[in-house]
């Protein structure tokens, strides 16, 4: 069986465009791989978290996960920082990786462009603690949002490169990206990445968002003044978000939506975006709420942990040795 990673930041509250981008992939490939599924929050404490809001947010995405149809029994669902292993491989990374590199990344190079001041070395480095994570477990594949690729890519830069230096030590992961709705816009600026921390609520979807608000903000989302529904996202990139956010939930193909809303207003499309919508957050809130209730995360985190961690102290022992760390038999 081979073997598929992933993460997400406990930063804000998780969006629409985590759950078509990311979580939705994790459910769907979790009979076919060998999963892991983790809490990136060794990631998220790259920008200033609140300790008492990173808890909370923490406790929220794994529910979140398990409400989205994630199974402990087929996954590994555990915490980063629990596993003291991805730090340490982190660190050993980042002495193999340049800074030209890290200063081509996406993310940094943005806040650098804007002139953006209080920019944590760990938000420079960190693309090297998530190649640590995906190499940690042999990763066949990552699935992740387009705005992650970049980083996986680097990542197989840094695992060529060590074994090319110290002989096949770490496997050469894939990014996975959904066909559909790999990067889903903001309601607001269709052209933005619908995002945790967008500054205006009405563009980002959150998935614990009162499903009635969140309704009214697909009946308030941008569109064009074309009145023509297609699927085109560089000249109508506000319907073509919606057509997207529509097919992800609803399993309806683009061609058969475009075809069906022929002759159809934007209003129609946003009523029926928004009740899908609406209906998707009713459920997925529903199980949330038993999940908390149910008090069972402890079990399933403490479980997932140690699972993790046994797996990643043997990988971190293979590397100490090939970097010739180790001294006592
Ligand atoms: P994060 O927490 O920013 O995002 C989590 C996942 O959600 C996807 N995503 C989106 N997909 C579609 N449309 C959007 N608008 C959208 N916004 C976010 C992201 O692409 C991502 O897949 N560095 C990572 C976390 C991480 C990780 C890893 C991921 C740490 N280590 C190892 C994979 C493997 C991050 O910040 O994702």
């Not at 894939?174 to 600026?189: D, E, V």
């Not at 475009?258 to 002759?263: D, L, T």
Request: a neutral charge.
């Amino acid at each position: 069986m081979q073997t598929m990673l992933s993460g997400i930041k406990p930063t804000g509250r998780l969006t629409l465009g985590n759950y078509i981008g990311a979580i939705r992939q994790f459910v769907e490939y979790q009979d076919e791989y060998e999963m892991y599924i983790f809490i990136a929050n060794l990631h998220a404490i790259t920008v200033a978290q609140d300790p008492k809001e990173l808890k909370q947010n923490t406790k929220d995405l794994i529910a979140l996960y398990l409400a989205s149809g994630l199974d402990p029994e087929k996954v590994t669902l555990f915490l980063q920082s629990d596993v003291h292993q991805h730090a340490e491989l982190g660190w050993i990374l980042t002495c193999h990786s340049y800074m030209g590199e890290l200063q081509r990344m996406t993310q940094y190079k943005d806040k650098t462009a804007k002139g953006e001041t209080g920019i944590t070395a760990g938000l420079f480095t960190y693309p090297c603690l998530m190649a640590a994570d995906i190499l940690m477990y042999d990763a066949d594949y990552v699935p992740v949002g387009v705005d992650q690729k970049q980083h996986v890519e680097l990542t197989r830069d840094i695992a060529e490169r060590f074994n090319n230096r110290y002989g096949e030590t770490f496997r050469i992961p894939q990014p996975l990206t959904p066909k559909i709705g790999a990067k889903i816009y903001s309601l607001q600026n269709p052209t933005k990445k619908m995002s945790k921390s967008e500054e205006n609520p009405k563009g980002t979807i959150d998935l614990l968002d009162d499903p009635g608000v969140a309704r009214k903000k697909i009946m308030s989302a941008v569109t064009d003044s074309l009145s023509t529904i297609q699927y085109d996202p560089d000249t109508q990139p506000g319907v073509s978000n919606l057509l997207m956010i529509h097919s992800s939930l609803s399993g309806e193909s683009l061609e058969s939506l475009v075809s069906r809303f022929q002759g159809k207003g934007y209003g129609d499309l946003k009523k029926e975006t928004g009740g899908i919508v609406f209906d998707f957050l009713s459920d997925l809130q529903s199980r949330y709420r038993d999940i908390i209730a149910s008090g069972k995360i402890d079990e399933i985190l403490r479980e997932g942990n140690e699972k993790a961690s046994r797996i990643a102290e043997r990988k971190l022992r293979k590397v100490k040795k090939k970097l010739g760390f180790q001294i006592l038999k």
